[in-house]
């Protein structure tokens, strides 16, 4: 997971430093209630400082969407955000990521033989994951 936010935000905001990061609005995934803890704790840096303030979402797309109009700083997965940032309506301003230790299953029932298209979409989810 990697911070993101639109180029207007991050030319309005100084991040150069541990406390101007933190005086950015953060953008919170209600699912990933601790991911910008972990971020700070991974960076070595004082989480307390934020103290969670920030709104929150319930799905990534939703923290892409605010991030991308400008409402802060948000921490997704650079799998979900490839476009943003080929566009330029994302920029990550540091490159510091979190290694996720939570994951995501591919999965279907032994009795069931996956068919072409099952395989075809197994694959491309490996090749995108990876």
Do not use: K
């Not at 101007?20 to 971020?39: D, I, P, V, Y």
């Not at 799905?59 to 979900?80: D, E, I, S, Y």
């Amino acid at each position: 997971m990697v911070p993101v936010c639109s180029p207007a935000y991050l030319e309005a905001h100084d991040v150069s430093s541990e406390a101007g990061f933190a005086q950015c609005r953060h953008l919170h995934l209600s699912t990933r209630a601790n991911a910008w803890r972990e971020w700070y704790t991974a960076q070595g840096w004082d989480y307390t400082v934020v103290a969670s303030r920030g709104p929150r979402y319930e799905l990534h797309t939703m923290v892409v969407a605010a991030a991308v109009a400008g409402l802060g700083m948000g921490l997704v997965p650079r799998l979900l955000i490839g476009t943003e940032l080929e566009t330029g309506q994302l920029v990550v301003p540091v490159e510091r990521s979190l290694a996720v230790t939570q994951g995501y299953y591919f999965a279907y029932p032994e009795r069931i033989r996956p068919s072409d298209a099952l395989g075809a979409f197994e694959r491309w989810m490996l090749s995108v994951a990876r």
